[in-house]
């Protein structure tokens, strides 16, 4: 009997130890035996969880007391499942997700089987890929406005060239010295100045550098 009992002990080492995912079991929130991939994602050995309250996974009180609305959860579903931030040894903080799961369904006191998901990688990915979303969704809506602005030059363009020619043909009645002739000046000058704009967005929505040189 003692010869098949730690048998079932080393296949369950074993088996515990195989698990990419970190697992511990808790008798009143003390770690009475952990796997060696818990040690891994928490840097910690098996000698410095074993004997401490799982509280040291956490910095600070409030940030423990979360823990017992999953104890709460189990004890109304039987089985706890919440994504969960915690702190590696080395002050690294974790996204992991936390079960919990009674070794008696019929009495917690028994002890508790935990496991420790490290999705931690798997967050950043999430984030780096919502911000490459939020960069993609950013140039399209500049390379819209891009297209909307050409569209608006040229057509802007062609009301300008014709207020330029009519004005230019008018100036050529009117005599240099007279005040009909300054005004049309002025308004010529104000339509080239327009186009001159114009030409700038359409530089912006053709994606060119604008660089102005003097000449």
Same mark, same amino acid.
């Given at each position: 009997a003692e010869g098949a009992l730690k048998k079932n002990e080393a296949m369950l080492k074993s088996l515990?130890?195989?698990?990419?995912?970190? %697992?511990?079991?808790?008798?009143?929130? %003390?770690?009475?035996?952990?796997?060696?991939?818990?040690?891994?994602?928490?840097?910690?050995? $098996?000698?410095?969880l074993l004997g401490q309250s799982i509280k040291i996974f956490y910095s600070s009180d409030e940030d423990y007391k979360k823990i017992d609305a999953l104890y709460e959860q189990?004890?109304?579903?039987?089985?706890?499942?919440? $994504?969960?931030?915690i702190i590696r040894k080395d002050g690294v903080p974790l996204d992991t997700i936390i079960c919990l799961s009674p070794f008696d369904s019929n009495d917690n006191s028994a002890g508790v089987a935990l496991t420790i998901l490290?999705?931690?990688?798997?967050?950043?990915?999430?984030?780096?890929?919502?911000?490459?979303?939020?960069?993609?969704?950013?140039?399209?809506?500049?390379?819209?406005?891009?297209?909307?602005?050409?569209?608006?030059?040229h057509d802007f363009n062609n009301l300008l060239?014709?207020?330029?020619?009519?004005?230019?043909m008018a100036m050529r009645?009117?005599?240099?010295?007279?005040?009909?002739?300054?005004r049309l000046t002025v308004i010529k000058n104000a339509a $080239?100045?327009?186009?001159?704009l114009t030409k700038q967005l359409l530089a912006f929505s053709r994606k060119q550098i604008?660089?102005?040189k003097i000449i």
């Amino acid at each position: 009997a003692e010869g098949a009992l730690k048998k079932n002990e080393a296949m369950l080492k074993s088996l515990l130890d195989a698990t990419p995912i970190g %697992v511990s079991l808790l008798v009143d929130r %003390v770690h009475v035996k952990v796997n060696n991939s818990l040690c891994r994602i928490l840097g910690y050995s $098996e000698q410095e969880l074993l004997g401490q309250s799982i509280k040291i996974f956490y910095s600070s009180d409030e940030d423990y007391k979360k823990i017992d609305a999953l104890y709460e959860q189990m004890e109304r579903e039987g089985i706890a499942i919440k $994504e969960s931030l915690i702190i590696r040894k080395d002050g690294v903080p974790l996204d992991t997700i936390i079960c919990l799961s009674p070794f008696d369904s019929n009495d917690n006191s028994a002890g508790v089987a935990l496991t420790i998901l490290d999705i931690t990688g798997q967050k950043k990915v999430e984030a780096e890929r919502a911000h490459l979303e939020e960069m993609l969704l950013h140039s399209q809506k500049i390379e819209s406005l891009g297209r909307l602005a050409g569209g608006i030059a040229h057509d802007f363009n062609n009301l300008l060239t014709a207020i330029m020619g009519n004005t230019e043909m008018a100036m050529r009645q009117l005599d240099p010295s007279g005040k009909p002739y300054s005004r049309l000046t002025v308004i010529k000058n104000a339509a $080239e100045g327009a186009a001159n704009l114009t030409k700038q967005l359409l530089a912006f929505s053709r994606k060119q550098i604008i660089e102005p040189k003097i000449i």
